[in-house]
């Protein structure tokens, strides 16, 4: 009988134990959904299960070794995988229509892009910009290839898949609804709910859990040379990506965060105003991270308040030596109610990330100074 053996973080054996089980009794669902939070490890996993599906091993898979294998981490192979592109990414010329000589980058070149990215770095959460999206034109373009004559085990991954538009998402429907022979999917998600109920329906879901605290320091190291502080490892909530991404960017967006709860508290928003006019806060995304600090103080403080322990004990530690206002349980309950309600503002994207800071910051604590 062929053994499998799926590599990844102690803290989520359970799940790959259970994955390698079902490989062996040969009950693998030909739809799966992996989710969890954002660079937790869900298309490192992701990848694992291409090696084990496509591998050609007759005792041990994935072997590593085999040709099957070898595509399933291959760049160029860009048949496996569906990522979200920019709108002029996912519009350029198919490799096969573009004219001898031409200089134009193909939409299979943009992909190669993108997943040697993830090949490189699994776990990182900002590889792809705010606007790239998963077209119905990319998932034809998928399913068209599901027409050529293919006596090989074929597996797509389709990462960030949250991210499909409503018409890629119903032709990914159709597909489901009769997958190939020898065919599977392998969706990823940090939010499922994003997804259309009828494709959850057709696939298995699986949790990937958040890893310990000593992993994530280990795995973050092996891709940054900067330290893993206690203050990155609490922001990053069990998450490499999150904790590779803070660690670079954690000291400044503590630092404006302290600077914002200060000038919301004293309503002084000049300087304030002219700090949150950056271009990369003008980014949904990155203005949505920055709020994710501010909310980790604002929890912290309240922490604190009834002796829990800090989760960015170091920033706490610095607001706490200021000559703040002072404000009670209640200020800052409603403060981390109003931070939430801003995030899912910036998330729908109807109103600018900037605007959305700015009234943030003077309704912050209207009423308690």
Known sequence: MIEYELKG????????????????ENHFPQAVIIEGLPGIGKKALAMELSKA??????????????????????????????????????KAKKASDVSEGSSAKTVEEFTQVYIQKIIE???????????????????????????LKNDRVRCVIIAEADRMNESASNALLKTLEEVPPNTYFILTTSSKEQLLQTIRSRCLSIHLPPLSSEEVRDLASQYVNIPISDDVLGLSQG????????????????????????????????DLFFNLDSEELKDPAVAILFLEVLSFLITD????????????????????DKENT????????????????????????????????????????DGFR
């Open 301 to 320: 403080i309240v922490r604190d308040m009834s002796g829990a322990p800090l989760r960015l004990a170091e920033t706490t530690r610095q607001f706490k």
């Open 239 to 270: 998450s490499v990506g999150r904790a590779i991404y803070y660690a670079s960017k954690a000291t400044e967006l503590q630092d404006l965060a302290l600077e914002f709860l200060e000038s919301s508290i004293s309503g002084n928003y000049s």
């Open 121 to 147: 770095n699994p776990y990182s959460i900002d590889y792809l910009s705010a606007a790239a999206e998963i077209s119905v034109d990319l998932i034809r373009s998928l399913t068209g290839r599901f027409s």
């Open 53 to 90: 599906l496509c591998c050609t091993n007759a005792s041990q898979r994935p072997c590593g070794e085999c040709f099957g294998c070898k595509m399933s981490v291959n760049s160029g192979a860009v048949e496996n995988w569906v990522i979200p592109l920019e709108s002029k990414e996912a």
């Open 326 to 365: 002072p404000l009670d349980l209640n200020a800052y309950t409603v403060a981390l109610q109003s931070v939430q309600e801003t995030m899912y503002r910036i998330g729908t994207r109807r109103t600018s990330a900037l605007v959305c800071l700015q009234s943030l910051a003077i309704k912050l604590f």
């Open 9 to 24: 973080p102690l803290s989520q054996q359970r799940t790959r134990i259970r994955l390698g089980a079902s490989l062996k």
